[in-house]
């Protein structure tokens, strides 16, 4: 499964997250928190401009219980988050 080492940290750090960034949108890089941030969009857009087409975890901090997002195309690598180029 990809993301593993990602959501075992989000899980193992959950009361900590929940308790200092309920409601906000938490960046997760292998066994790190990268940022916190106010929306999805701003999450996605950070780790897109970091870490280009290699996976990371956003997830937003709530008390309820997560489910599971799969964007294709970014999966796929059909989006070029590192380009520089006008479209």
């Known amino acids: ?9 989000f899980d193992k750090q959950k009361p900590e997250l929940v308790e200092k ?4 949108f ?3 890089r292998d066994s790190e928190l990268i940022g916190v941030f106010n929306t ?4 996605i857009a950070a780790g897109a401009r ?3 087409l290699s996976s990371f975890l956003v ?5 309820e219980a997560e489910a599971e997002l799969f964007i ?5 690598g ?4 590192n380009s520089t180029r006008p479209v």
């Open 1 to 9: 499964m990809a993301l593993e080492t990602e959501i075992a940290f």
């Open 78 to 81: 059909l989006l070029n988050a």
């Open 59 to 63: 997830r937003e901090v709530k008390l």
């Open 72 to 76: 294709p195309a970014l999966s796929l």
């Open 21 to 24: 960034y309920l409601g906000r």
């Open 40 to 43: 999805i969009q701003e999450a």
């Open 26 to 28: 938490v960046l997760i």
């Open 50 to 52: 970091q870490f280009g």
